[in-house]
């Protein structure tokens, strides 16, 4: 439902107070909008922000940073056929909204004329945050004192669970941000979201031997989060891996199969496949999947999603930095290429349908189009089908990062790696980095267990670092090159 | 007056009204445009106008809090002053950070012009030139998908409650061009460069150019590389990649936390080739931001890493100097724990080489030109590393692209198998620095063993 609200009878003069963003920022929006139209601009997007962030860490038993920032800021962005520009700015006074748009209407070769201005009208405030309660979530999170105690227990438990322990790290963040977002299209939503993340880091030493791992729990709903993180489990499930690795032989480069655990294994998808969906890559032309909408590009084994809706993952959203709700996107089904994601800019340039996905790390950056919680879905077979397939390759139990480059070619490092032989996980490896082609390396991945897991992650692309989640259940790989020594 | 004395005045009465005695802050006023272009049209233009302080409050017992903003604005500032003194209960007992004792010591004066903005109607002019030279290059090249020009205006200060107070104005440009190609039949590649310069008049559009253009088209033809042990030339930028890499040889920091190779014992120690030298100089004069001074007022200053494969420093901030017994280096990152950061390598030869070598006449090595993915691909506590690169296989002068292959090995083990380290420096974004020759290196490529 969209209702008409009265026109002000005179274009309102200050901003509201930055305390809260909401409706009452709506005749001033609305004004802006109106000029930017009028200017001749296509489209005109204004982007709202608060945030509060606080990052505590422990290390060695003690609290040796409590970081909290504060931020506010706007960014507004002008479109004009299929060019935009976007202009960010830290005064949200009106005076420095109205700036910051005549820049943008310059930038574009338009300005303000003195005509009459008709103001845009905004949809009713969709205000996700009210409905859902979330304006009192921060009121329920851990406080400094207790983020500090919480950690201090976790980092003991690292101490008293590992051997050889040279140095151990906890840490937790909360970035609590809320966001208004209004258009000249009507768009007018606010949301608040509640990003929260905890993990340890151990780096375990014997002679030169030397074995770094970390492991990071993340989440978007729970205000208990903190409360309720299992440390105990964390720090018994790192001291093993920690163990295992610290002896482990560095990896002969070559090409193997592999089996890849669920949950960061998810990270391959992500990279290799999930990023080439993005429209910001078919306007880059740097996907090869551009123009194979419905075409086989994955092998038959493979079905693949890209969400905002599932509870409490790391990249939940309600809705995108462009106020559209966030969508449920199958990208692929039984390796037929069903979806890219789009943003805004992204829709309007390739023509594929907006799918709640424009997002941006914070008001300094435009929106692009972004993965939210991608995964890979079950199949239909078990653990132990997938190991049986396999002679001589390896089980890459804990992925690290990687990255996809503008040619499709894809790699990532292997934190935790042990070597398959006849079907049996033995002895531990280290050092292997996998390295293919997206488009080769989709059509590899023939078995699927049922096992899905999710896990929490950071994306770095065009729009800045956002939380992501990555996920997929047990897979096989046929054959990856994999550098080693 | 401007914008930094209004932002001090403001400080200093609002820690008035707190009851704040001993605080500290620095900050950065940023103005900065940039512009994308697609084929001859404008893709996207950004600007940006944004400010950002980072505050600390010290209490009655001398912890500290920290408090970052941008709101800087009387509410605003006062407010992170607030948080940070309430912060300040959960301080750190012990080694918690104090005034730099240098932050009131003269800074050496930095001689670095401030261009003016242009508009962005010409940045889109010089962009859309650019790209359409490099589409004229060569006809496989299909486009230039990553491209940009920014310019940016950074005022940068720090000032403390004992009277410390810096402020300086820095101005730079940029330029990025990266091709993809495509031919039938073979892979896609892509290749590129960028420059740096004070402002758009100052920067070498047409180096940047011609050099994109020609490693485009120096890796059209392509080959796998066998698998093996390679004598290994590193660029410039690809052997200051590494180095930065593994900074936590020579990051204080690091060292105190236990997060390093190196212990507080390894000054003097032997840990590279004695052909090998590396400073870290803010004030180098091909450095375009030249930073005076550090996040804790501190002023920068050339300091030795390595001197002939020897650790002769490492780098400090106030804190770490003070642990250590050295004296700050000026390479604070300011937080409620401090970090510590390089501003510019320079990369010399060491001892004078028993034999010199040139890609001319060498019989046969593997030229590391770019390495990527370093995020992922190196392990910096354990000292290895397995990593992507562009590059080519040199035999006596003639090169070929090598096709996807990787780089691995052990930081500390490459160190010490350095062969030559050549005498002439080139500038790159993390420093000046020649290209380093390595025995003995793993390559992974596609053509198997």
């Keep these: ?485 | 007056m401007n914008s930094i004395d209004t932002l001090v005045d403001r400080a200093h009465q609002s820690a008035a009204r707190l009851g704040i005695k001993k605080y500290d802050i620095y900050g950065a006023l940023v103005e900065d445009t940039s512009v994308q272009v697609d084929r001859g049209n404008p893709k996207q233009v950004k600007a940006s106008q944004r400010s950002g302080v980072t505050v600390r409050v010290w209490n009655q017992a001398n912890r500290v809090g920290i408090t970052s903003t941008t709101a800087i604005d009387d509410l605003g500032l006062e407010l992170a002053l607030q948080m940070a003194q309430e912060a300040s209960a959960f301080g750190p007992e012990e080694y918690g950070p104090d005034f730099s004792p240098a932050a009131q010591e003269p800074v050496t004066p930095v001689e670095r012009p401030l261009a003016a903005p242009v508009p962005v109607t010409q940045l889109l002019r010089e962009l859309v030139a650019a790209e359409q030279s490099l589409l004229a290059a060569h006809p496989a090249i299909q486009g230039v998908p990553y491209n940009g020009i920014a310019q940016q205006k950074v005022d940068k200060f720090y000032l403390n409650s004992q009277g410390a107070r810096r402020q300086e104005s820095r101005t730079s440009a940029s330029i990025y061009l990266y091709t993809k190609t495509e031919i039938p039949g073979k892979k896609p590649r892509s290749a590129g460069a960028m420059r740096l310069g004070l402002g758009l008049e100052d920067l070498d559009i047409q180096g940047c150019l011609q050099e994109a253009a020609e490693k485009t088209i120096s890796h059209l033809d392509y080959a796998p590389v066998t698998s093996g042990q390679y004598r290994v030339v590193f660029s410039p930028e690809a052997f200051l990649s590494l180095w930065a890499a593994f900074g936590n040889l020579y990051n204080a920091q690091s060292i105190l936390d236990r997060q390093s190779l190196s212990t507080p014992e390894s000054l003097g120690t032997t840990v590279a080739s004695p052909l090998l030298s590396v400073w870290d100089n803010a004030l180098h004069p091909s450095n375009i931001g030249a930073p005076s001074f550090d996040g804790e007022g501190t002023p920068t200053q050339p300091v030795q890493i390595l001197e002939q494969g020897v650790l002769k420093s490492f780098l400090h901030s106030a804190g770490t100097a003070k642990r250590l017994g050295a004296s700050p280096t000026g390479h604070a990152v300011i937080g409620a724990k401090v970090s510590v950061s390089p501003h510019f390598f320079h990369v010399l030869p060491g001892q004078p080489p028993d034999q010199t070598h040139h890609l001319e006449t060498d019989e046969q090595v593997v030229f590391v030109d770019d390495l990527q993915a370093l995020h992922a691909g190196v392990q910096a506590l354990q000292g290895s590393f397995s990593l992507p690169f562009d590059g080519w296989l040199v035999r006596r002068g003639e090169r070929v692209s090598i096709e996807a292959a990787t780089i691995a090995g052990d930081i500390r083990k490459l160190l010490n198998s350095i062969i030559y380290v050549e005498p002439n420096p080139e500038l790159t974004r993390r420093g000046f620095c020649p290209r380093v020759w390595v025995e003995g290196v793993a390559v992974t490529g596609e053509a198997g063993a």
Aim: glycine residues 10%.
């Design chain 1, 1 to 485: 439902m969209v209702l008409l609200i009265a026109a002000p009878a005179a274009p309102p003069q200050e901003a509201p107070q930055v305390h809260r963003l909401d409706y009452a920022w709506a005749p001033l929006l609305a004004h802006l909008l109106g000029l930017g139209r009028s200017a001749g601009a296509d489209l005109v997007e204004f982007f709202l922000e608060r945030d509060q962030y606080v990052s505590c860490l422990v290390e060695e038993d003690k609290v040796t940073s409590i970081a909290p920032s504060l931020s506010v800021g706007a960014g507004v962005r002008v479109f004009k056929g299929l060019a935009d520009c976007y202009v960010s700015t830290n005064d949200l006074s009106a005076v420095g909204l109205r700036s910051a748009l005549e820049k943008g209407l310059e930038i574009l070769g338009l300005s303000l004329g003195s005509s009459l201005v008709p103001e845009v009208n905004l949809e009713l405030l969709r205000d996700y945050a009210a409905a859902q309660g979330k304006d009192l979530w921060l009121d329920r999170c851990s406080p400094i004192g207790e983020m500090g105690d919480i950690l201090r227990q976790a980092n003991h438990e690292l101490a008293r669970q590992g051997s050889h322990v040279q140095a151990r790290r906890c840490v937790y963040f909360r970035d609590w941000q809320e966001v208004l977002v209004a258009a000249s299209d009507g768009t007018f939503a606010r949301d608040i979201r509640l990003t929260q993340s905890a993990g340890c880091h151990l780096l375990c030493a014997d002679g030169l031997h030397r074995a770094s791992l970390g492991q990071r729990l993340g989440d978007t709903s729970n205000p208990e989060f903190l409360r309720a993180w299992d440390f105990t489990t964390t720090a018994a499930d790192l001291a093993e891996a920690a163990g295992k690795m610290l002896y482990a032989d560095y990896v002969e480069s070559g090409a193997y199969p592999l089996v890849m655990a669920n949950q960061f294994g998810g990270v391959i998808f992500h990279e290799a496949c999930g990023h080439l969906l993005e429209t910001t890559q078919i306007e880059r032309q740097t996907t090869p999947f551009a123009g194979k909408k419905g075409e086989q590009i994955a092998h038959p084994s493979l079905t693949a999603w890209d969400e905002g809706r599932s509870l409490q993952a790391f990249g939940t959203i309600d809705m995108d930095d462009e106020g559209m709700p966030a969508q449920q996107t199958l990208l692929i089904e039984n390796g037929i290429l069903k979806n890219f994601l789009a943003d805004r800019a992204g829709s309007l340039r390739t023509g594929h349908p907006r799918t709640g996905s424009g997002r941006r790390q914070s008001y300094a950056y435009a929106p692009a189009s972004r993965m939210r919680n991608t995964y890979i879905a079950p199949g239909p077979y078990s653990l132990e089908d997938l190991f049986a397939s396999v002679d001589r390759g390896i089980y890459c139990k804990k992925m690290g990062g990687g990255s996809v480059g503008p040619t499709g070619q894809f790699n990532f490092a292997v934190d935790e790696a042990y070597w398959i032989e006849n079907g049996k996980v033995t002895k531990p490896l280290k050092g292997a980095t996998l390295i293919g082609e997206a488009t080769e390396i989709m059509n590899r991945i023939s078995l699927c267990s049922q096992d899905l897991g999710l896990a929490a992650g950071f994306c770095g692309s065009v729009s800045g670092s956002i939380y992501v989640t990555v996920g997929q259940p047990h897979i096989k790989v046929d054959s990856i090159t994999v550098g080693g020594r």
